[in-house]
């Protein structure tokens, strides 16, 4: 049996356009400073790459960039910002799916790369850890990146994590969770953490704290240190 994560996006870009928030995303300011900056250095790319949670397509674009690409697959739950993100970055392949489920028709292993932004907090990290455990090929990598819940307010036992969208305020609920707990969730579907990051920002008058976890199948991290 599946267990599915206890928190999703409750509200907020969902009110919003594919367009409008792809607009949002290349003119914010924390895209620029902070997110590239700090990112960039880890997608060593190369092979088969996927996109979890792509939206626009924002980062999925960034990845084609790269050489050494030979596949690149983004895939989001909104059928809205798929289709957007194939006239964004027509060179990569999108799908509509469940990231919490997503088992590549290609089999096991398939991809040596797995890149996951601002969305894995509340697709939920035990999801994430068991799509890239199935996902991710032996000697690949993935690179998650997220927000530290704990600069958010806590409501109910859940973090609300707000954003600025032109004058709108947009509000995501997200889990309670902490750079440990995803780590714990890492180890518990046999990934093993290679690298992290931690970058503070000060955005929209709030401060953040974006964490940038780089991990790989735990056999081969024990196989490298013995």
Same mark, same amino acid.
């Given at each position: 049996?599946?267990?599915?994560?206890?928190?999703?996006?409750? *509200?907020?870009?969902?009110? $919003? *356009?594919?367009?409008?928030?792809?607009?949002?995303? $290349?003119?914010?300011?924390?895209? *620029?400073?902070?997110?590239?900056?700090?990112?960039?250095?880890?997608?060593?790319?190369?092979?088969?790459?996927?996109?979890?949670?792509?939206?626009?397509?924002?980062?999925?674009?960034?990845?084609?960039?790269?050489?050494?690409?030979?596949?690149?697959?983004?895939?989001?739950?909104?059928?809205?910002?798929?289709?957007?993100?194939? $006239?964004?970055?027509?060179?990569?392949?999108?799908?509509?799916?469940?990231?919490?489920?997503?088992?590549?028709?290609?089999?096991?292993?398939?991809?040596?790369?797995?890149?996951?932004?601002?969305?894995?907090?509340?697709?939920?990290?035990?999801?994430?850890?068991?799509?890239?455990?199935?996902?991710?090929?032996?000697?690949?990598?993935?690179?998650?990146?997220?927000?530290?819940?704990?600069?958010?307010?806590?409501?109910?036992?859940?973090?609300?994590?707000?954003?600025?969208?032109?004058?709108?305020?947009?509000?995501?609920?997200?889990?309670?969770?902490? $750079?440990?707990?995803?780590?714990?969730?890492?180890?518990?579907?046999?990934?093993?953490?290679?690298?992290?990051?931690?970058?503070?920002?000060?955005?929209?008058?709030?401060?953040?704290?974006?964490?940038?976890?780089?991990?790989?199948?735990?056999?081969?991290?024990? *196989?490298?240190?013995?």
């Amino acid at each position: 049996m599946i267990l599915l994560p206890q928190y999703r996006s409750t *509200s907020g870009f969902a009110d $919003l *356009s594919a367009e409008t928030y792809h607009r949002w995303r $290349l003119e914010s300011q924390f895209l *620029s400073r902070i997110e590239r900056p700090r990112i960039l250095p880890f997608l060593r790319a190369g092979g088969r790459v996927l996109d979890l949670g792509a939206g626009s397509g924002v980062w999925t674009a960034e990845i084609v960039k790269q050489q050494a690409v030979t596949d690149v697959v983004g895939i989001d739950d909104s059928t809205e910002m798929v289709d957007y993100a194939r $006239l964004y970055c027509p060179d990569a392949a999108f799908e509509a799916a469940d990231a919490r489920l997503y088992r590549d028709a290609r089999g096991q292993g398939s991809f040596d790369l797995i890149i996951g932004g601002m969305s894995c907090d509340y697709i939920g990290f035990a999801a994430v850890a068991r799509v890239v455990q199935y996902n991710l090929h032996p000697r690949g990598r993935a690179v998650l990146w997220f927000l530290d819940p704990t600069r958010y307010r806590l409501s109910n036992g859940f973090r609300i994590k707000q954003w600025q969208v032109d004058d709108q305020i947009i509000s995501i609920r997200v889990g309670n969770f902490s $750079l440990f707990s995803v780590a714990r969730e890492l180890r518990k579907a046999r990934l093993a953490v290679r690298a992290t990051s931690t970058v503070f920002s000060l955005d929209d008058g709030i401060e953040r704290m974006l964490h940038v976890v780089e991990c790989i199948h735990q056999r081969k991290f024990q *196989s490298n240190v013995v």
